[in-house]
């Protein structure tokens, strides 16, 4: 509702003289109210502001050493005159406003301006409550209902000091004075409720720590009601937080009038917080200290989304780094692959070729480690959007997984740790990734091998089970039909039961700094809720630990292993092989040589396409790495299908995955070849494109 403000000058300056207020001391009263205006909208100046004829008077000031300036000067003239709030968020950008000298004067530089006028009861207005700062900023509705509270309340001590003036006799100074008492108590719970419209803990102690105020937000952020918490020494609240650091705040406080810092703080509750504290100190009006006014900001919702986004850099710094080295890591992997294939055609010797197949093995699952890290990091479950990963499930027996793993463990594990397999007969197959549930494999043999330092038995187990109604109403992630079981059993330290439920969580680690990155666990957990399974852990400190894994079973025959699958030999075709890896070109022609074809190599797109150029009618197809120097496979990709569109072309890269690389995915000469590979994998890629 629109205040009734009398225009009548004359009226106004009389009104002002019978307050008898101009030119008086200061008075503590008036200084907290503009103190109060001042925290309650956390600006540095703050102003009680009396305008007679000619000059602006300040009665209470913060943040300024003017006593008094020129009427015309400033906004002081223009909010009382309105008899409206004056708010004005940047000066410079407002040309009514620009140029005042308020606003050019290098030293003082107001940016900022909020004022309500001080109405007397007759509605003249004699001033103006005003809060300034030197950046642009904006105001609430509620600190401008804020600033109208404490406005009217500058007015009512006004009145109150008119009348204690104007009383004369001794009865009528014993009826004020029992007025002014009811006065400063009402002042007192205006007040009061004004801090309560804040959305900050505030707090005000004596010099002794007992609490004095309380207000309504630090009961929401603390959990104390005002009447358990007013009276009380403020540590017998916040005992667990260090008394050296309290006492270091304290006479800081003293010696400089102000701290401000983040405090870990506990509720009634129990919770954490995370709080910023503004402690300033309260003097009287003999300017000697008599009390400490604390706002408390809760930043704990603050601090957690904080670490939230961290964490999220950190898995977004651990992709960038995956993919970085994929490609390298790859090009080292290929040769190895493709050399294992040439030895094992040459050697009869079985420990020999074990040893091969187990290398061969490892090379494999070597670059798929990158390319889970890389998979988790990005938030995505099985690969890229799910297409590669539903192309690499097949339909295997994980009885073969278990016997490849027990010759790793045997060969790798400390001789202290016996392992033991149980596989039941007639195991029914599963539709799976058999690199990713060999890290599954990987990943949970490991954790039990750490944990049994000392020696122990690890077993790896699996059978058939049937999950009936009961059970899957029980297990939200069950559902009826039938289930192979993986178990991964050892008898080590165990879990304790307060960090079972947390063992999963990402970056989650109980190992020292350095022998665990608390991301083996959490990828298990992807990679099982990919397949459709779920987990189950048990474990009993001092007796082990104990993961059953669920994988949904399938009634179809398993594929047999690309091992098995005869290997395609060529009728004499010339390849061109373009890599800028020695090692591949290199071990590339020489497989190729050894399955009847010819090939010529090249080190970079600039010489393989003058090697095409030259022998363009003797070359069947390519063999082209996406990534080199001088010019790139895709460059090198499109200038040879120019020049012969129905050249046949295996695309290979250590990048992961065929989305990332820039071909024609329904081009039926053209197929893709992720690195590392193997031989036969090579051969197979090569006579499907040139068969086309």
């Not at 890229?384 to 009885?399: C, D, I, S, W, Y």
């Not at 020292?512 to 009993?540: A, D, N, Q, R």
Request: some cysteine; overall charge negative; aromatic content about 6%.
């Amino acid at each position: 509702m629109k205040s009734l403000v009398c225009n009548n000058e004359a009226a106004r300056l009389e009104v002002l003289r019978q307050y008898q207020i101009l030119d008086t001391p200061p008075e503590e009263t008036f200084d907290d109210l503009a103190f109060l205006a001042a925290q309650i909208c956390n600006t540095p100046i703050a102003l009680i502001n009396l305008i007679d004829a000619n000059r602006q008077w300040f009665k209470a000031k913060v943040g300024l050493d003017v006593q008094e300036m020129p009427r015309d000067t400033g906004f002081g003239s223009i909010c009382m005159e309105s008899g409206e709030v004056l708010i004005i968020p940047d000066t410079l950008s407002d040309e009514r406003f620009a140029t005042n000298p308020l606003v050019t004067y290098a030293e003082i530089c107001v940016r900022f301006y909020a004022g309500v006028p001080l109405l007397a009861p007759g509605g003249e207005a004699i001033g103006t409550l005003c809060i300034v700062d030197r950046v642009p900023r904006q105001i609430s509705s509620k600190q401008v209902e804020a600033l109208q509270n404490l406005s009217r309340v500058v007015v009512r001590q006004l009145e109150f000091r008119r009348n204690l003036v104007e009383l004369a006799s001794i009865k009528q100074e014993y009826k004020e004075a029992l007025h002014q008492s009811e006065s400063i108590l009402d002042n007192f719970f205006e007040q009061a409720a004004l801090l309560d419209i804040v959305s900050d803990a505030i707090v005000v102690q004596d010099l002794s720590n007992k609490i004095l105020l309380w207000n309504k937000n630090a009961e929401k952020v603390y959990g104390w009601k005002s009447e358990e918490a007013i009276g009380k020494q403020s540590d017998e609240l916040f005992s667990t937080q260090p008394l050296s650091q309290n006492l270091e705040i304290y006479q800081t406080v003293l010696k400089d009038g102000s701290w401000q810092g983040e405090l870990q703080k506990t509720s009634k509750s129990g919770k954490k917080l995370i709080v910023e504290s503004r402690w300033t100190l309260i003097n009287n009006q003999h300017s000697q200290a008599k009390s400490i006014l604390i706002v408390d900001t809760d930043l704990t919702q603050k601090k957690q989304i904080e670490k939230k986004i961290l964490r999220a850099q950190r898995l977004e710094s651990i992709g960038t780094l995956a993919s970085g080295i994929a490609h390298d890591l790859n090009n080292v992997l290929s040769p190895i692959l493709m050399s294992v294939h040439l030895i094992k055609a040459k050697t009869y010797d079985q420990q020999i070729n074990q040893i091969l197949s187990i290398i061969e093995s490892n090379a494999k699952r070597g670059a798929d480690l990158v390319k889970q890290v890389l998979l988790f990091a990005r938030g995505i479950e099985g690969d890229v959007q799910g297409q590669v990963a539903t192309r690499q499930h097949t339909v295997l027996q994980v009885k073969h997984l278990i016997l490849e793993m027990q010759q790793i463990i045997s060969q790798t594990f400390p001789k202290s740790i016996a392992l033991y397999t149980e596989i039941q007969e007639e195991l029914l197959p599963i539709c799976a990734d058999s690199t990713q549930l060999h890290q599954v494999l990987i990943n949970l043999s490991l954790n039990a091998r750490d944990a049994m330092p000392t020696g122990g038995t690890l077993t790896i187990s699996a059978e058939n089970i049937w999950i009936d109604e009961t059970y899957a109403s029980m297990h939200l992630e069950a559902t009826v039909g039938a289930y192979i079981v993986l178990t991964v059993a050892d008898t080590g330290l165990g879990i304790n039961s307060e960090i079972l439920d947390r063992i999963f969580e990402p970056f989650f680690t109980t190992k020292e700094l350095g022998k665990g990155t608390g991301l083996g666990l959490s990828t298990v957990m992807g990679i099982i809720k990919e397949h459709g399974g779920f987990i189950i852990v048990s474990s009993c400190v001092g007796k082990g630990t104990k993961f059953k894994v669920y994988l949904p079973a399938v009634n179809q025959v398993p594929i047999p292993l690309l091992e098995d699958i005869e290997i395609p030999t060529g009728s004499g075709e010339c390849i061109l092989v373009v890599d800028d890896e020695a090692a591949i070109q290199e071990i590339t022609k020489t497989s190729l040589e050894n399955y009847n074809y010819t090939a010529i190599t090249a080190s970079d797109g600039m010489e393989a396409l003058a090697i095409y150029a030259q022998h363009k009618d003797k070359i069947s197809a390519a063999i082209i790495d996406m990534i080199m120097s001088n010019m790139d496979g895709a460059t090198t990709i499109r200038t040879l299908q120019n020049l012969n569109p129905l050249l046949p072309i295996v695309v290979v890269s250590g990048l992961a995955t065929t989305e990332q690389i820039p071909i024609e995915q329904t081009d039926e000469h053209t197929a893709f070849l992720p690195k590392p590979y193997t031989t036969q994998e090579l051969l197979k890629t090569l006579h499907a494109v040139i068969s086309q």
